[in-house]
């Protein structure tokens, strides 16, 4: 899994496809003078508030510019903006292909991508070899920050820190693609910390963000709105935790949203997303052993909503390798009968049931995590 396969759908279906990356030509675009003939080049105030603006917002920025590379970058981190571009693509190949590799590395579709160019030329490449990228002409610079499209409709921490956490992943790729030996060892090397934590207030943005954004590996491809998911904040039968992972190249941010709703002798997993990008971490095979152990302790069997869609067949993998089947028990009669149950059932809402008993604590992470339903 690459960073954020499943990161490609819009906000909201009523909004614009917000941009995810913006990518910059340097001359005459970013900075003011021809790098190469000028020697020296200037960046307005405004470029550098628009830039900084956007970086708020969660919008990647990157650069596709027809340069010497170490010059150009040696100048971006002169005027003390080289750390807020990622993949910069600086050379002497086409525009189009430059945004592609973009793109690619990113895993972003090319509609979240968009371009700027002062030149109508360069504009026009792109726009003949990839469509749906969106271009913007230099002289509309310091109008974007006032566009729909690069108004993403939540603002949450890990938006706040996406580039953080794009760059920490690029390092850690990079030293992963390098290591040898067992890639446990690997893992084992990174220092992982997983925490779970019950959502507060502002973190609920962020569920709601992560159950929007990870259709691969949502369990019902249901989603619970923020609204939903406050009313049940208070509930004492109810647990809304969020999973954050950090290492020692930074934040993975919230990698994991479950909503638990406790019955006598039965815990019921309502809800389980976790972000595919954390997967090859072992981030969920660790949570539902976590979870597993909890029950156990508690001494309540796991009932765990599941319904096949398109893209989550890896969730159900998850669920089997952590032992969970299709058994029927009768722990799971407190969910039957109610008109609730009969439109699952109905929805294709499948029940996969776990007979918990205590296991181990993972090799490759520190966990942190409160005891449930206290
Ligand atoms: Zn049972």
Redesign the pocket.
């Known amino acids: 899994m690459d960073a954020a396969a499943d990161d490609d759908r819009p906000d909201r279906p009523d909004r614009p496809v917000t941009v995810k990356c913006l990518v910059w030509d340097l001359d005459n675009t970013l900075w003011q003078g021809t790098l190469l003939e000028d020697g020296e080049v200037a960046l307005a105030d405004e470029v550098r508030k628009v830039v900084i603006e956007l970086d708020s917002r969660g919008i990647l920025q990157s650069v596709s510019s027809k340069n010497d590379h170490d010059h150009a970058w040696a100048r971006l981190e002169a005027l003390g903006v080289a750390e807020y571009f990622v993949l910069p693509e600086i050379g002497w190949g086409t525009k189009s292909e430059a945004v592609r590799r973009i793109a690619d590395r990113l895993n972003f579709a090319h509609s979240t991508i968009a371009f700027i160019d002062d030149q109508p030329a360069e504009l026009a490449e792109v726009a003949f070899h990839l469509p749906e990228v969106r271009g913007y002409p230099a002289e509309r610079v310091l109008a974007l920050p006032d566009l729909p499209e690069f108004t993403p409709a939540t603002s949450t921490v890990d938006s706040r820190r996406r580039r953080a956490m794009y760059q920490a992943g690029f390092r850690r790729e990079a030293e992963r693609a390098e290591a040898t030996g067992p890639d446990e060892e690997f893992l084992r090397s990174l220092g992982m910390v997983m925490r779970v934590g019950r959502a507060t207030d502002e973190e609920l943005s962020r569920v709601e963000e992560l159950t929007l954004r990870t259709s691969q590996m949502n369990a019902t491809g249901v989603h619970y709105s923020d609204a939903r998911l406050r009313s049940l904040l208070a509930d004492p039968h109810h647990e809304v935790l969020v999973v954050t992972l950090t290492d020692r190249f930074g934040p993975h941010g919230a990698v994991g949203v479950l909503l638990l709703a406790r019955h006598p002798?039965?815990w019921h997993l309502k809800l389980l997303a976790t972000s595919c990008r954390v997967v090859s971490y072992g981030a969920g095979a660790a949570l539902l052993n976590w979870l597993a152990d909890a029950a156990a302790g508690a001494g309540a069997?796991?009932?765990a909503d599941f319904r096949a869609t398109d893209r989550n067949r890896m969730m159900e993998i998850a669920y089997r390798f952590a032992g969970f089947d299709d058994?029927s028990?009768?722990?799971?009669a407190a969910l039957t009968g109610g008109a609730e149950s009969r439109a699952a059932a109905a929805n294709g809402l499948q029940r996969l049931?776990?007979?918990p008993e205590p296991r181990p604590a993972p090799t490759t992470m520190r966990r942190e995590a409160p005891v449930l339903f206290t």
């Open positions: 002798g039965m069997h796991l009932v058994h028990c009768a722990c799971a049931h776990l007979v």
